[in-house]
């Protein structure tokens, strides 16, 4: 990034520097009016008043509402990324079989669910398992949030699967079927383990959009952290402050998974490209001690 | 079938999902492309002001936002957008505030694929652009943007699918777009529930299929040659 960032303008001298801090001055102004503005509009309408804001303060708010919503919105996060993962293997694992009979529905059900919108599939498994009485009554909504959540994803991430078995480098390939590995057998053994490590940071940046997603939940009536949200504001007359400190625990939460995720990927880059050189084959020792060996000695996943 | 077609309105709930889309797009390109260029710019709190926006709105999720311009903006701080004289009020107010939710929301999206987009540009050009004297805006206006673009097509593409898709967060706030409809339909006959879904599906398979291949079709040929 910073490369480009300089190629694009001349590294500042004196006179740049002094006018874009002039610059700066003049936008943070511009901020500030636009902040003064709104808080004005805010004052007007009442909701800056204390009362509006003193609720956060007592432990009650937090504990009868906020804290139970967001621990709903994370239940059926984690349900949703689990299934989604576990599903999404399966997916990826179909779309590559060599059977024309398993590819084709894998295909299928990974390109329809990838079309849906996930709310459209969360208002009909809502309704579906209403109609069939399927799962108790207070289960049913977030049967219906898990189950639109989960095919959706799972279908990115069987996609996201089979994209990273394809970067792969070829000989990895042709080595596991050098040595008297059948494709399946190298697909399950060589392959996949291979591309899973590499999927980790999408995994943990695919969760982020599980848990904004989760708040589509509120239109079924899931009482996650929106819906929480929506009842404390309305028992306590303070809608605007309430979704605001909503949205500022989503992106709190959000933006710290987006971090983890940035580590992750950097550390395997790291990793990767140790492994790069070593995979090209610096010398016959390489081959010894290269990381790809030991899942050799591996059946399964 | 044809019951359910000419019983409910099913295609002017599409209508609607379209007319979302084609108005939330032009917004959040407008507003992506102006935080992608505070983002690279050379003044630095320019530069953190586009960051903030992109965390900020990437982070939230759509549906609060889309609760929050309805609740928040329009009932709480009295923003109006349409007419309230005129009987279509509540449509009218409810599908602009829905495309403010869209675009402001799907804006940090195009701004992500517009950087990106630069980043395929080459140093050369740039550079090259900087030698003959242009300013950073000219840069950005004449040689920079325009190839970044060409290079964006994808990102920019999933952008526009996942927005699409999205439109239907606005059935929150009562727009009668397709999933509203849908979900109308479904509590009206619950016997075809299923027949109401696919119906529904396909929709929205026949609105994002044609996109995906455009784009594809079109980042090959607009890709910039090296």
Known sequence: MSSDQTVLYDVPGAKARVRHRLYGAASIVVALLVLWWVLTKFADKNQLEA?????????????????????????????????????????????MSQIRLIRWPCAVFVEFFRAVPVLLMMYFTFRLYNQYGLFSDDLRALAAVVTGLTFYNASVMGEVLRAGVASLPAGQREAGLSIGL???????????????????????????????????????????????GQT?????????????????????????????????????????????????????????????????????? | MGELFSQFNIL????????????????ALVIGTVVAVMRVSPVPILRGFGTSYVNVFRNTPLTVIMVFTSLGLWQTLGLVLADEQSQHFFKDNNFRLAIVALAVYHASFVCESLRSGINTVQPGQAEAARSIGLTFLQNIRYVVLPQAFRGAVTPLGNTLIALIKNTTVASVIGVAEASFVMADMLDARADVLFLIFIIFAIGFVILTLPVGLLISAVSERLAVKR
Not at chain 1, 188 to 216: C, E, F, G, H, W
């Open chain 1, 51 to 95: 009362a509006k804001w003193s609720p956060f303060l007592d432990w009650v708010t937090w504990k009868e509402y906020l804290l139970i919503g967001l621990r709903q919105t994370l239940i059926a996060a984690v349900i949703s990324i689990v299934f989604a993962a576990v599903l999404g293997l399966l997916l990826g694992l179909g779309r």
């Open chain 1, 182 to 228: 059948r494709p399946p057998q190298v697909l399950r053994a060589i392959l996949v383990p291979q591309a899973l490590t590499a999927m980790m940071p999408i995994l943990v940046s695919q969760l982020v959009i599980v848990l904004k997603d989760t708040a589509l939940g509120s239109a079924i009536l899931y009482d996650e952290l929106l819906n929480w």
């Open chain 1, 232 to 301: 404390l504001g309305s028992a306590q007359a303070n809608t605007v402050p309430v979704l605001i400190v909503v949205a500022v625990i989503f992106i709190l939460l959000n933006y710290a998974l987006t971090k983890v995720a940035g580590r992750l990927e950097r550390r395997l880059r790291r990793r990767g490209a140790s492994k790069g050189v070593d995979a090209e084959g610096t010398g016959l020792g390489a081959e010894v001690t290269g990381p790809d060996m030991r899942y050799n000695t591996q059946t399964g996943l």
């Open chain 2, 12 to 27: 002017g709930a599409f209508w609607v999902t379209i007319q979302l889309t084609f108005f939330a797009a032009i917004g």
